[in-house]
């Protein structure tokens, strides 16, 4: 009866993509609001400043990392919707669950900040990457097996979407599985993989253009 | 003397959209802010984050909902605006009586999470629920009545999405009026309900596939 | 020098569009974090639930009237921009600010909630309304006599929305004026002027149907 | 194995803006959070409500000064985008590095705000300034090398876009360096060069319209 409604409902790509940047923007923005400067009564000279600013150093790093996973998300759901020619209900819910798992990942980054030492920290935040990867990778699959991929996207476009979210999730699990002989190293490895992701291609092409395209 | 005026304003269903999208993504995230780790002075082992993790649970179930609910919203709003092929201003006005009703989601949410114990809590989220549809609801007769829905749209789509409104608001009056009887009942129906509109048609279209379409 | 830049700056006008759009949907779901339901530990019973609802009452008429003022400023702006075929760089400015006195406007409507009785801040938030509407008069002025409006736009209708502006800001300002005598009867002029704008046209027009168009 | 992926991310250069909108609205907004009206409690008449809103003089001044950065920057993205016929995925990364430093911008503002008296808070505000101003330049010299830039830009149109970053960012920094001799008269030269981009060339114009176009 209701199969109609369902047929007709989330054809409209733009909007997805309007809500998605809209969900993006406001979790970019928000974790400054966490980071509280020190408070005027309680700083007398300059050196006090500094030492204030200093000593939020870790909210700094969290915002740092939290700002540069969502730019990986967001620039890989976006790579995707290019791709896509049409919505359907079900790639809009599949969108939805990625886009909820988007805004966890300001609270679960500020959680990995503060209990960096606990292997449970680690877990919690590497799932969160996994559930966001495991919706992007769904998302991908089934556009492809219902036919929302826009005719023109060559076969290996195809294989490489996959290929990426696959080798980058491999990369944070096995970045995850250090947490249990050293958290630290853990996220540095992690850290690394996105930082990676994020600006490295530049830098390798930057130095070896020309040579091996 | 201002009748031209309201000839002339809101015309842009574009500038609408994207309206609705700002504040349903800032809805969305907002709950968030809501959900306060505990206090890296009390935790003092893994044993003790995990414990303090759990108690927020509540608080997880009702951000889980909130967003399930929103979602659900958006995606019908986008439904109907997909097919209206313009605006007007009384049309405007009454998306922006939705989007209040959607901006006071997350906090009917909330006081539905903290005080579930109470039918008033329970109907008062009833009556945020009941408000959002009835916009959505008024909306489409309106656009009905004006000759502002696309001349592409069938028959049996305007008939499909009135059913469907029709249908979910009848659900959920059936489980707030529970609350009567047992809160936790009503609020598990409703849940359900939405459930069941988010995700399982997904579900029974994987299982029926072929037999029914 | 900078002459150049400055005419090919601020074209976009889908970006201001959007920019607007996104301000909007932040100011319009900012008040509800300032709505504090009561704390669940002080909380015994359901019409203690009630109760502590009821005493937030000044706070969900300040949420619905800041709601009111903003949807109203936001249907100004765009009935405008619909009728402008280009930006420019001073035009963006005026809209910038504009959008100013927009950020501004759910402070001045909290401040008129909490200190009614004091004619400055009726006066505060009269200013508000004054100049958001003088930025929406300047921006139509300068586009008309820029040449920045549609070919296709009748005389009429330029008329038409000077005239809106001019008119509801004489409503405003005899309304603020009312504050020396009664504070409260000043605000429910205003209050009474916005509901005119947002919805009486629409019940006219029920009422009136067929009679006078 | 990568590269396919690289050369394929990043195309849409829409939701690149739509996401600076939002980014920048939410940013816009935010601060108004920091604005604590006084508390209803402590006033007891007009005069000393009128009083409670001037002792908050200095946050209306940063709140002004950081929407005036922010337009600035919003203006100026916008201009360069409107130049550049396509994105790429080192593009996108340099203005999600932009973006990140519009993000920090309403917080350095603030520490600015509050810290005015000592060179270091100066030197950090302009910081700021310097690593947005430097992004837009690198966007734009990026785009320029790599054949993103629309085909009918006129070659003045280039040269004046990296020329307008230039000029602004060295009266930047000249105004920085003062805060070694009086940091009121360095902020004071940076609130006057950004007032000059903003609004001043409206004004000159109206003087001269006519004259020297």
Not at 84 to 90: L, V
Request: charge should be positive; include cysteine; charged fraction near 10%.
């Amino acid at each position: 009866m209701a199969t109609l409604y369902n047929r007709i409902q989330g054809r409209n790509l733009d909007r997805l993509s309007a809500l998605s940047d809209g969900i993006f923007a406001v979790a970019m923005t928000l974790l400054v609001l966490d980071i509280h400067l020190p408070a005027a009564q309680s700083i007398h000279s300059q050196s006090e400043l500094l030492h204030g600013l200093a000593t939020l150093t870790p909210q700094w790093v969290v915002y740092l990392m939290s700002f540069l996973t969502l730019g990986i998300f967001w620039a890989g759901q976006q790579t995707q919707l290019n791709h896509i020619a049409e919505g359907s209900r079900d790639l809009t819910w599949i969108h939805l669950c990625f886009l909820f798992s988007i805004t966890l990942l300001p609270l679960s980054t500020r959680l990995l900040g503060e209990f960096m030492l606990y292997p449970a920290a680690v877990l919690l935040y590497w799932a969160n990457l996994l559930l966001a990867g495991a919706m992007l990778f769904w998302s991908w699959k089934h556009a492809s097996s219902h036919g929302l991929i826009r005719p023109d996207t060559p076969p290996e476009v195809q294989a490489a979407i996959c290929r990426r979210i696959g080798i980058a999730q491999s990369l944070y699990a096995a970045g995850a599985a250090l947490c249990f002989y050293r958290t630290w190293l853990s996220v540095a490895v992690i850290v690394l993989v996105q930082l990676n992701y994020a600006g490295a291609p530049a830098i390798r092409r930057h130095r070896g253009a020309g040579s091996s395209s």
